[in-house]
């Protein structure tokens, strides 16, 4: 049995130039960081005693013979991708709802891959998961998906990552005092808006013409080295909620979807009772949404927002991780043979036609 846990992770900016559309023509960048919330995914080899040769747990339970015949989509492409045909089982848990704008979907299939290829004996680096998963997502679900999400979730860590024209990504640690960092983090307040929505569904409303968009994408991607020249340096912090103020406007104004009224009325609450800045995380929309707010003003901005959850968070630096591994007897082989050779799966005496009629049993 092998689990792995992969963290969600929350964008600060530069989102939207992590599309493959605008970096291969211009270039793109993001400043981010993956948090101390999780995807977690347990996966064994499925005995051979079952009519069924595939179990996905998730929101659902599927019980399949085929993977062609797994509905969930993301489940069915990576086995598709890893060649995978006998016997697995596969459960699902997450730490934070899907939908929701911390990058749930890539977090799911980064964790998804890095637990299959254990499970086979193989290990990849944090730059193939990555890889992987965007391949998965981009060019066999045809997601419209930008290419952060899957280095956050692979990688983990407070990142500067770059999108060549090239398609390369290059993923550069931020190097921050730690008390800088630890002063960043305790500004930080993640509410839940209790809207969920579909990222590639909203994203694809304003991916569709972005030559139309390139002055606000030009100084989104301009605001990440404003962004770590302010992490960086000495200056008050505050400034840093004053940027994403200035691209909470910038995002609202590629698409009408980006934001709703109730979301603007939870915006101009929170700021009303303090808050600097913020942005909604992923695509807009609903989901989570951040907010930079000074120490000593978050009591009255979690009092003006009581109706939301809060979430406290802290960044993560490990990325995905397989947590645990046992040795478990291995399925896969009995099940090829019992594929190949046709065998009936183990069925109780009761279910059999005499069975049925009477085993003869007290």
Known sequence: MIISRTPFRIS????????????????????????????????RYLPPFFEHRFRVVYSKIEDRSA????????????????TVEHGVEIHHDGDLPARSGIGSSSSFAVGLLHAIHALHGEMR????????????????????????DQVFAAHGGFNHVEFLANDQIVVTPLTV????????????????????????????????????KKPQLKRMHGMVDDAIALVRGTDDLAHLGELLNEGWQ?????????????????????????????????????????????????????KALSRLIHVPFRFDYSGSRIIFFDREEDFSEQSRLRDENDIAPFRDADDSPAGRAGSGRS
């Open 12 to 43: 600060f900016f530069g989102g939207g130039t992590d599309y493959p559309a605008w970096y291969r023509d211009h270039g793109g960048q993001v400043l981010g960081t993956a948090i101390n919330k999780y995807c977690w995914i347990t996966c």
């Open 67 to 82: 993977v062609d015949e797994i509905a969930h989509p993301a489940v069915r492409e990576v086995l598709r991708y890893l």
């Open 125 to 148: 680096t944090r730059t193939e998961l990555a890889s992987e998963a965007i391949h998965i997502e981009q060019e066999r679900l045809k997601e419209a998906v930008g290419s952060q």
């Open 177 to 212: 005092r730690p008390d800088r960092l630890n002063d960043l983090n305790a500004h930080l307040m993640l509410f839940f808006t209790g809207i969920s929505r579909t990222a590639s569904a909203v994203a694809q409303t304003y991916t569709e013409d972005l030559k139309a």
């Open 250 to 302: 910038l995002k609202r104004s590629l698409n009408s979807n980006v934001a709703t009224s109730y979301i603007d009325e939870l915006y101009g609450t929170a700021r009303a009772a303090g808050a600097l800045g913020g942005k909604l995380l992923g695509a807009g929309g609903g989901g989570f949404v951040l907010l930079f707010v000074k120490p000593a003003d978050q009591p009255r901005v979690k």
